[in-house]
């Protein structure tokens, strides 16, 4: 089984700019909206939106650190698409429960369907529901309500300026929803280096290991 990452925060957060630190042939990168990374480099990603695509990328991918940046586009793209075609009442209401529907079959496919030692970041914007809590953006309130994005992840990172540095948030303030695993990472605040955050997974995981034990 594979393991996803949900990453959320403010557009200019750092998400993108975490990348900084792979080479090339060390990370894949799916471009939901096909947009510029913010730095200087020569990788080669795949454009689309498109689900299927996206878990044949996954699958078929010769690395094992992959990203979709920005996830959260997938929602969009599908209600800007579709909304306005659909009419009122129940087929909106149809529309919703598709855009959750297909989210959800992607974070269960990741976890179920990919190997044990591929990780897969997924880029999200952060929204502030009426309880002042910071969760990943949604579309409607079919995700939000009744699954709950980050749940469905057992490592959720908050992309965040503080003190005018750029870090990840690794552990809840009790207003937002990060999380990591007991003793994962050493401090409530990491550089925004997600070659490092990585690494320290694998570590974690024994990840290494284990595909050297399937060779």
Request: with cysteine.
């Amino acid at each position: 089984m594979g393991l996803p990452i949900l990453i959320i925060g403010k557009s200019g957060s750092g998400k993108s700019a975490s990348l900084r630190n792979f080479k090339a042939n060390e990370v894949g990168i799916i471009n939901v909206l096909g947009k510029t990374l913010p730095f200087k480099n020569d990788f080669k990603y795949i454009v689309s939106d498109d689900y299927t695509k996206i878990k044949t990328a996954l699958l078929s991918a010769k690395v094992n650190t992959l990203v979709i940046d920005d996830a959260g586009y997938l929602l969009t793209n599908m209600f800007m698409r579709e909304h306005s075609t659909k009419g009122q009442g129940s087929a909106v209401f149809d529309l919703y429960n598709k855009i959750g529907d297909k989210f959800w079959d992607l974070i269960n496919f990741i976890q179920h369907q990919l190997p044990e030692e591929r990780i897969v970041y997924l880029f999200m914007h952060e929204d502030k529901n009426d309880f002042g809590d910071i969760k990943p953006k949604a579309i409607g309130r079919m995700l939000d309500e009744k699954v709950c994005i980050e749940g469905m992840f057992t490592i959720v990172l908050r992309a965040m300026i503080d003190n005018g540095k750029y870090v990840f948030r690794t552990i809840t303030n009790g207003f937002d929803v990060t999380k990591s695993p007991i003793g994962m990472f050493d401090n409530e605040f990491i550089d925004n280096d997600l070659k490092l955050v990585t690494d320290t997974i694998k570590k974690y995981y024994n990840m290494e290991e284990k595909l050297n034990e399937k060779d």
